[in-house]
């Protein structure tokens, strides 16, 4: 193997000098046990581990305040990685978890400086091979913290559901991101199905509906999905995650029922998020009277399907498996009791966030 090769790549991937020293084998073996890593930091600077030469010890070393906590432990993985494949030696399991819980790092610090965007190092992006497009989707399982789940475990599910290689990240004991290629959306062809006419929403919308279905049945029970657009990881990684989080937070909040959450169906709910509480308040106030009678359980799943429905009279009854005369008189019965119409497009808009804000504040 090239060290030399290699300590010239690393030297221009860090933009630091980086410089090759040897100790004896038999010092390196008694600090690096303290540390307990395979690199030490000493008078300044940081040793890594490079290989044994003899009774020598082959290290590179680089400032210490020229590395951040990240890529030091990006740089103890590189090299462990290079001695592994000078080896022929497969990569564990294990090693793909670390490099995982690297970027779970990596995020988190990102967050700590308050970041609202940030770009993968090189070195991380190059580890995980996250050069192509992928499709990010955030799981978060309501299990119990008794039960620890198994990163091979759960990564093999995740696998056979795609047909397809995935990039798991576990970002909390209970949150999940998952990256899939993007062309999972093209190889649903089995039904008799027009991909003319299905939008990426569309083909976004049955991944996560078919992943939840199986994850629920088959892993932990109860849990949510957030699922979101196609991202080139690289550069968009970061950004993606803030908004899978809001995805997850938005859907849980606004529509308890659910557990699939489309950032694309959220977009009022966003919007009406950012309202302070105090004219949310005085919103409900203004937009309908006597809510407590007019929201009864009823009424309100009678307008939420009115609504997903795209005010259709006819299709919702159909939903709701009673008479279009019964579903008329419901409505008209809301009309005299709030004042608001949602047969018209301008009253249909103020109950509808009226629905949204309601729900929450009865909650609380």
């Known amino acids: 193997m090239d060290w030399e090769l290699l300590r010239e790549r690393l030297e221009k991937t860090l933009n630091v000098p980086v410089k090759s020293v040897k100790w004896s084998w038999d010092d390196w073996r008694r600090d690096a046990q303290e540390s307990g890593a395979g690199s030490l930091a000493k008078g300044g600077e940081v040793y890594f581990f490079v290989q044994k030469e003899g009774q020598d010890a082959r290290l590179f070393t680089v400032r210490e305040d020229a590395v951040t906590p990240v890529e ?4 103890e993985l590189m090299l462990e990685a290079w001695n592994v494949r000078d080896k022929k030696s497969p990569v564990t399991v294990s090693e793909l978890e670390r490099k ?25 992006v190059s580890q995980l091979g996250l050069y192509s497009t992928k499709i ?28 397809a290689e995935i990039t798991l990240i576990p970002l909390t004991d209970k949150e999940w991101l998952m990256l899939a290629p993007e062309n ?16 990426q929403e569309d ?5 996560g509906y078919g992943l939840h279905e199986m994850l629920e049945n088959e892993w932990v029970g109860e849990c949510h999905l957030a699922v979101h657009y196609p991202i080139l990881p690289s550069k968009e990684l970061y ?17 308890v029922g659910s557990t699939t959450h489309l950032p694309w169906e959220l977009q009022l709910e966003k919007l ?25 359980p009823e ?12 005010c259709n009279v006819s299709e919702t009854a159909k939903k709701l498996y009673i008479h279009r005369n019964t579903l008329l008189y419901r409505l008209d019965r809301f009309k005299q009791e709030t004042g608001l119409d949602v047969r018209t497009f301008n009253h249909a808009v103020l109950v509808k966030i009226a629905m949204l804000l309601y729900k929450v504040t009865k909650r609380k």
């Open 203 to 207: 083909l976004l919308a049955a991944v």
């Open 136 to 163: 990010p989707l955030l799981l978060y399982g309501d299990y119990t913290t008794a039960r620890r789940v198994q990163y091979l475990e759960l990564k093999k599910l995740l696998e056979s559901f795609f047909d």
């Open 72 to 75: 030091r432990r990006l740089v």
């Open 299 to 310: 009424t309100l799943t009678t307008l939420e399907h009115f609504f997903q429905l795209d």
């Open 239 to 255: 950004a993606a995650i803030l908004q899978l989080r809001e995805t997850m937070m938005l859907g849980r909040t606004y529509h």
């Open 184 to 199: 999972i959306l093209s190889i649903d062809d089995k039904e008799d199905r027009d991909p003319d006419e299905e939008t």
């Open 100 to 124: 995982a819980g690297l970027v779970r790092e990596w995020f988190r610090e990102q967050q700590e400086l308050g970041l609202v965007q940030a770009e993968m190092p090189d070195m991380l």
């Open 272 to 296: 009406v998020h950012l309202i302070p509480e105090a004219e949310k308040a005085g919103f409900l106030e203004r937009a309908a009277q006597r809510l407590d009678l007019a929201f009864d």
